[in-house]
């Protein structure tokens, strides 16, 4: 007989971070992402798996509707339609790859 014990500790890890301007939020709003991106709480999601099927919704619909979109590019040239492409097609692999991810925004 004997004593078996293990210590774990679960500690917060950053699994990807991203960036983007809020130069761009029209744009995120006409696109359909800008409320699942922008303040997922209000959609009451918390984790990755929660946020893919909006990204899977419209990502399709911001490659798309592409020539209506970049209207929406900021006249001060800080971002642009490829920027918010690239970063929400970026943000739903990187939800699939970690599903059971914590999102927390900072807006």
């Given at each position: 007989?004997?004593?078996?014990?293990?210590?774990?500790?679960v500690?917060?890890?950053?699994?990807?971070?991203g960036?983007?301007?809020?130069?761009?939020?029209?744009?995120?709003?006409?696109?359909g992402?800008?409320?699942?991106?922008?303040?997922?709480?209000?959609l009451?999601?918390?984790?990755?798996?929660?946020?893919?099927?909006?990204?899977?919704?419209?990502?399709?619909?911001?490659?798309?509707n592409?020539?209506?979109?970049?209207?929406?590019?900021?006249?001060?040239?800080?971002?642009?339609?490829?920027?918010?492409?690239?970063f929400t097609?970026?943000y739903?692999?990187?939800?699939?790859?970690?599903?059971?991810?914590?999102?927390d925004?900072?807006?």
């Amino acid at each position: 007989m004997s004593l078996d014990v293990t210590l774990t500790a679960v500690r917060p890890t950053i699994v990807w971070e991203g960036n983007i301007t809020h130069n761009l939020v029209d744009m995120a709003m006409q696109a359909g992402v800008y409320t699942p991106m922008w303040h997922p709480e209000k959609l009451k999601i918390h984790t990755a798996s929660e946020l893919i099927p909006y990204l899977e919704a419209n990502l399709p619909l911001l490659i798309k509707n592409h020539k209506s979109l970049k209207k929406w590019n900021p006249p001060n040239g800080w971002g642009n339609y490829e920027n918010l492409l690239k970063f929400t097609s970026e943000y739903l692999d990187n939800c699939k790859k970690y599903p059971d991810a914590k999102i927390d925004v900072s807006v």
